[in-house]
């Protein structure tokens, strides 16, 4: 069993169905709130609910327009990127990782780069060449856009990556294209507002297991013992990354006291 598909039952497990979700939270079917550190292993973390990506995908679909076809819907996505990188982008999207990658090195070896919001980097986004990132919008498809500097693309690249991408692109629906671009300028905004206060705040909890990287907590716990630190948080109401490789992440403006569980019923590895 995957490691995602062993948590998402431990959960249901424990505390039953997830019945709604709320920014940082995730409200069961027994009356427990969790505290979601997982985050769909960053696609969420703009938070749940309450997002107006999730709003304007409701209002596209409300309109019928769910198919393959063109609509203005269709070019929005590429402005929000370029914007994102401070830089004219064309955008391909991916539902695997690994096609975004090979598409990339269709255009640049050594301007590649995987990119994802705060983690700390001293090359400017607008200077790589190709960036391939998830968007913030958690779904069960996963996500892949690859963003391209115009400027780097002749014209025999751009028949290269026009043929590799007709034969692996992802088909999104009008209304599934207009919730990733909201997400986008969603992130645009965060990136504005959020920063390393947002994040020490907890640091006398969850330093003790983790090391911390912008929201980003890489675990101190062994690799051997970390599954059951992982169920040992969940017991607390802590959803953590179920992967060890995958960092957790701080979730944002959650309760002040919402690490104390942690803090009074220590994991002893």
Known sequence: MNPV????EKIYD??????????????????????????????????WGGSSSYTV?????????????????????????????NSARKTFVFTEKKNALQASLLVSSKGSSFWKPWNDCDVNPAEIDCIIFEPPFASCEKLYILAVKEEVLDSEKSKLL??????????????LNAGVTRSVYNLIKALQERSEKDWFRYDTVLCKYWERKGPYLYPK???????????????LGYV?????????????????????ALKKNPFQE
């Open 57 to 85: 995908l409701k209002d596209v679909l409300s309109k019928g327009a769910t198919g393959s076809f063109i609509t203005s819907h269709s070019f929005r996505l590429e402005k929000a990127v370029s914007t994102l990188f």
């Open 14 to 47: 424990s505390y039953g169905t997830i019945n709604r979700c709320r920014f940082c939270y995730l409200y069961t079917a027994k009356g427990v709130r969790l505290t979601d550190m997982y985050q769909e292993g960053g696609r969420a973390i703009l938070g």
């Open 162 to 175: 026009e043929e590799f991408y007709s034969e692996n692109k992802a088909y999104l629906s009008s209304a």
């Open 221 to 235: 716990v062994s690799k051997e013992k970390y599954t059951d630190f992982m169920l040992h948080c969940l017991s």
């Open 240 to 260: 953590i990354s179920p992967v060890y490789e995958k960092p957790s992440i701080v979730p944002y403006s959650c309760d002040e006291g919402v690490f104390n």
């Open 5 to 8: 598909d062993f948590l998402a």
